[in-house]
């Protein structure tokens, strides 16, 4: 048997003990202790009461609210996409502006102007009801108005059956039935070990 571009040195003992042959799939330190404790996380959960669902709602809908709007307007384009052109261009237009506004605002922190006089909510609120009506205008009405229809209970759905993955929410800070601890109570808290 040839060996290519390795040598080999002779051995300086002529008995060697080898090593009892073990199983390749055994583990080979048997003394280590195996951990039990994972526990498989589930992130959608029914709520336990209709308080519990709304709050679950008003939560979700503020931690999420960009994912859900880049959802509906995914589909919004899709749909625009093979025969309302224009009605595209008008939606990709107003997409622009309001991300300028949003990068203003981020840019410009310390602006009164910006930040106390003119309120977010209302110049995206207006940003929001102009796209509308362009949409509207465009005769991509129907687009629109199935795009939402079909979009929004999705959403709501979502918001309603999806957990927070928070690491433990107390008791006092969850609405009625909606506590779902990750860890079991024999462990510190993490305001303990502080």
């Known amino acids: 048997m040839a060996s290519y571009g ?10 060697s003990t080898l090593p009892a042959t073990t199983h390749p799939h055994e583990p080979k330190d048997t003394t280590r202790k195996t951990r039990n404790d994972f526990k ?13 669902a709304a709050v679950r709602i008003i939560r979700n809908l503020g931690y999420f609210r960009l994912y859900y709007i ?10 625009l ?12 237009a107003m997409t622009a502006v309001t991300c300028l506004y949003l ?11 910006l930040h106390k006089i003119i309120d977010r909510r209302l110049v995206l609120a207006l940003l929001a009801i102009v796209t509308m009506v362009e949409l509207i205008l465009t005769r991509a009405a129907l687009h629109l108005f199935l795009t939402l229809g079909c979009g929004t209970p999705v959403v709501l759905v979502h918001a309603v059956l999806r ?15 909606e506590l779902v601890p990750l860890r ?6 993490l305001s303990d070990a502080v």
């Open 6 to 15: 390795t040598m080999q040195r002779p051995s300086t003992t002529s008995t």
């Open 103 to 113: 990068v203003l605002l981020r840019v410009v922190p310390n602006s009164v102007v």
């Open 40 to 52: 498989l996380l589930f992130p959608f959960n029914i709520p336990a009461t209709p308080e519990a």
């Open 184 to 189: 079991t109570t024999s462990e510190p808290k």
């Open 70 to 79: 880049l959802f509906i307007w995914t589909i919004l384009f899709i749909t």
């Open 163 to 177: 957990v927070r993955d928070d690491l433990f929410v107390e008791e006092e800070a969850c609405a009625a039935g």
């Open 81 to 92: 996409l093979p025969k309302r052109k224009v009605s595209l261009i008008f939606l990709v």
